[in-house]
């Protein structure tokens, strides 16, 4: 008997996500994602008259494949990649894997060229397709989460088919804050960072891109950013665990780094110029997710956080910045984390996780539950 959680998620993905309609073609990415699963989202895809077009792959073979890349390879897979995406007009990556460090081993710099050498099939899925990325749960983000396994099912079915229409009706005056706003000063336990946003736009995650979602988001003007950020969730880049990341900026540039592992931390920062920049400041504020995961698909939306990008810059808010790095570091703001608060324009938006102004308060997390 199929899960009706599978059905209910795979109608969200497919009508709402990525609004498939006839004639479309939608890719499917699954990796270690089970078959049952796959196959409610191929019929789902099929009920809306669209064509799916599936990848199943396995995070131990794509780090086997990762660990004897070279730059001639990527440049084979980016061709083969890019052939297949610009013929299809939707993208739905489920992504399952029991071990969130299996690329650890795999040597930085190869990561690095590997990144490199893809990013433009990720700029294109991201700019010219309808697409959508989520995780599949698993024991180990069960772990992480400090849960069982079947009750961190259920939170992720709860939070992955939330009502996002109710959602995004409360993140419109956000939104329109947003792209309104010029000065932004974040202040906090070891923050004080100002920037701007002027002119740089503002776009709201509403389940059409992320699930699970609950952001809006903007970008610093690149070189307005000064003063420095500590972050106090743990984060996963390239397979290494990072905590405790502290940023300095001056005109735009982090000048120090450090954090955990504050050599590899710089080694990512140092992939290219456009690392040491910022291309995206958001806020966060999914009721159902309250405590970092170590999944950033979750950590960005947690309820009173807010993150901060350095590297490659979306083209919805676009600064210029370009990198083949994009490595969304969390704050969470609530008072249990710390607290701290979020300016715009000399106008207190948020304290402590709450939001501030009566426009704002509907996205405070007992007006979304």
Known sequence: ?????????????????????????ALLDLIDVPDEFGVELIR???????TPLVEARHSRLTREILRG?????????????????????????????????????????????????????????????????????SPSMAQAAGMSTEAF????FRVCTMDYRRLARAMIPLEKRMR????????????????????????????DRNIPDGEVFSCPVKNTVNGYIQFNTPTIYSGTEFDNIRLEFKDGKITEASGSNTKRLNEILDTDPGARYVGE????????????????????????????????????????????VHWDMVLIQRPEWGGGEVWFDGELIR????????DLKPLNPANLK
């Not at 789902?44 to 669209?50: F, I």
């Not at 969130?100 to 294109?124: F, H, I, K, W």
């Not at 070891?190 to 701007?196: A, V």
């Not at 590297?311 to 600064?319: K, S």
């Open 1 to 25: 008997m199929t899960d009706p959680r599978y059905t209910k998620l795979a109608r969200l993905l497919v009508e709402y996500s990525t609004q498939l309609r006839k004639g479309d073609r």
């Open 44 to 50: 789902a895809v099929r009920a809306a008259g669209a």
């Open 281 to 324: 400041f958001s806020l966060g504020f999914n009721p159902y997710i309250e405590k970092p995961m170590c999944d950033i698909l979750f950590d960005e939306k947690i309820a009173g956080s807010l993150h901060f990008t350095p590297g490659q810059a979306y083209e919805d808010c676009d600064n210029g910045n370009r990198s083949a």
């Open 351 to 358: 304290k402590n996780g709450l939001f501030v102004p009566k």
């Open 69 to 137: 890349t070279d730059e001639q390879h990527a440049t084979l897979l980016r061709e083969v990649e890019m052939f297949r995406m610009k013929r299809v007009q939707a993208y739905i990556a489920i992504r399952g894997s029991h071990n969130a460090t299996e690329n650890s081993d795999v040597p930085s710099g190869q990561l690095a060229m590997y990144a490199r050498v893809l990013r433009p099939v990720l700029n294109y899925r991201v700019n010219k397709t309808r697409w959508v990325v989520l995780r599949w749960p």
């Open 180 to 207: 309104a706003a010029d000065r932004v000063h974040l202040r906090g336990p070891g923050t004080d960072l100002t920037f701007s946003i002027k002119g740089i736009g503002a776009k709201m995650c509403k389940g």
């Open 153 to 156: 099912e259920d939170l992720y």
